[in-house]
């Protein structure tokens, strides 16, 4: 164990604040897997080791909640979803909407919704090709995952053309991180005039409107409903006392999945481009693949077994650009790393970033190698030293479809087009609610059937 005090801390915290996953990785170089920071009332802890992230995700899980500075921040916009709820609603929730997102169901529910999605993308692009145009691919893949996941799970048309709903949901995503750059300010009471407070508040207010008509409209709608998850949040039932969900329940939930389900597959996604403009031999692996698979049509969800590689690009950019960078849990019930204890009220901080890259775990941990990821790749890494959707109770729900998601989309990409960096400057990952390149992703898109 490392102790840093909040002195030792003063001069980094420049660096801490400017390049947040930067300093996570330094300091557990220089520190180790366990890095105590002593500030006084508050103490966090590092921790960088794979059976302890198993300890604390896994088997002990109930000493640990998400009374977090990270996820009281998210709940300012998303309220007590399943994201950031704890204890018995929690759970209750979570076995609600767990149906929604089982593997065979979003078989027939999201991939029919993907295709066209990245179908009207794609036109869009050879449009762009034509003209000469860059794409800021960061903001494509926010928008094509915005709308899958409005088709697939609201049954709504989030597509560029129905803004009304996705900029509010832009609008507090960057509060969100306003707040988490300058943390003091969420301690300020609510009446005193905050620099972008009213933007704010006007786009959670447009947000939540927005959420409670989806409500209304269903529960007045007649006819049968559609098949997706607002129905089911509206008929779920909890089993002993056979009550439903409030709207407002309902609301925290939806604006969750919204908040939950897109930004993450669009970041992800989005590094898988940057990696494959830099690491041509694997593009070409990847498109042997695709054209193999899919030589004249377009792909189903059986053939989601027979894209190995396709999968496998996306679980290595998964690990070296974890959109989850930051994963937080405060300690209820005292714990003990090795033998530290752990008292009550102590931040943990996992860093999925730091994890992916741990030299122990991953030989040549910088280097973009899908082939570990392979079926018949030998395993060098534990279960918990990758840990892009969590793990535990808590895994992320929706890691299906984000893997669905994303396979479908990259495979139809590299059918039609190569992407080309628009320029050669670094590109610097900046950890906001999720990683992102600063100033987005220029590209070009190459037609693959010009070349
Ligand atoms: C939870 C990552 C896609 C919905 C999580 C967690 C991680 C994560 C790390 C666990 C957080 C923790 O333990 O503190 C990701 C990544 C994604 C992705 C990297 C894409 C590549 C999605 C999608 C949805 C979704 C597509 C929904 C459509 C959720 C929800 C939770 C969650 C609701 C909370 C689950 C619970 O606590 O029961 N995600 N996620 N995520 N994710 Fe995802």
New binding site residues.
């Given amino acids: 164990l490392s102790v840093i005090s909040a002195r030792q801390l003063l001069p980094q915290l420049r660096a801490l604040q400017q390049n947040t996953i930067g300093f996570l990785l330094e300091t557990t170089r220089q520190h180790g897997d366990l890095v105590l920071f002593d500030l006084g009332t508050q103490r966090a802890v590092l921790v960088n080791d794979a059976n302890l992230v198993k300890q604390i ?1 896994q088997d002990r899980h109930p000493h640990y909640d ?1 009374n977090t500075i990270q ?1 009281n921040m998210l709940a300012t916009v998303t309220g007590r ?3 950031t709820a704890d204890g018995e609603d ?1 759970f209750k929730h ?1 076995r609600m909407q767990q149906p929604a ?1 089982v593997r065979p169901r979003l078989e027939t529910s999201l991939v029919p919704h993907i295709v066209p999605a990245a179908q009207r993308m794609l036109d869009r692009w050879q449009t762009a090709a034509q003209r000469g145009e860059l794409l800021d691919v960061d903001r494509e893949m926010m928008d094509v995952a915005l709308e899958v ?1 409005g088709q697939a ?1 609201f049954s709504l048309d989030l597509s560029r053309d129905a803004r009304r709903l996705t900029s509010a949901v832009l609008v507090c995503l960057d509060h969100i991180i306003h707040l988490a750059r300058n943390p003091h300010l969420s301690l300020l009471p609510d009446w005193l005039p905050q620099p972008g407070g009213q933007k704010f508040k006007r786009a959670l207010k447009e947000l939540n409107l927005s959420v409670e008509e989806i409500i209304h409209q269903r529960r007045a709608a007649g006819g049968p409903p559609p098949d997706d998850l607002v129905t089911m949040l509206l008929n779920a039932r909890d089993p002993e006392s056979g009550e439903g969900l409030s709207d407002a329940q309902i609301r925290d939930e939806l604006i ?2 919204l908040i ?3 930004e ?2 669009a970041s ?1 996604l989005t590094w898988t481009w940057l990696l494959l403009a830099q690491n041509p031999d694997a593009f070409q692996r990847l498109r042997a693949e695709v054209q193999s698979v899919l030589p004249d049509r377009d792909p189903t969800a059986e053939d989601l077994q027979r894209l190995p590689y396709t999968a496998a690009i996306f679980d290595e950019a ?1 690990r070296l650009y ?3 960078w930051l ?3 405060r300690v209820v019930e005292a714990d003990s790393y090795y033998d530290v204890r752990v008292d009550p009220g102590t931040l943990v901080i996992l860093s ?1 970033y730091a994890l992916q890259r741990h030299p122990r775990y991953w030989p040549d941990p910088h280097a973009f190698r899908p082939e570990r990821f392979l079926p018949d790749a030998t395993k060098t890494y534990p279960r918990y030293a990758y ?4 793990g535990g ?7 299906h ?2 893997k669905m ?2 396979a479908i989309i990259i495979a139809m990409v590299a059918r039609r087009f190569r992407l080309e960096r628009a320029d050669s400057t670094e590109v610097f990952p900046e950890s906001l609610v999720t990683l992102r390149p600063r100033g987005g992703l220029p590209m070009r898109p190459i037609p693959l059937s010009e070349e």
Avoid: M, S
């Fill in positions: 995700l998400k996820y979803g399943l994201l929690w979570r997102f996941v799970l969750t999945i939950a389900g897109h993450t597959v992800a998964l974890p959109p989850a994963i937080t849990r999925p840990i892009p959707f969590g109770p808590r895994l992320c729900i929706g890691n479809f984000a998601e994303a």
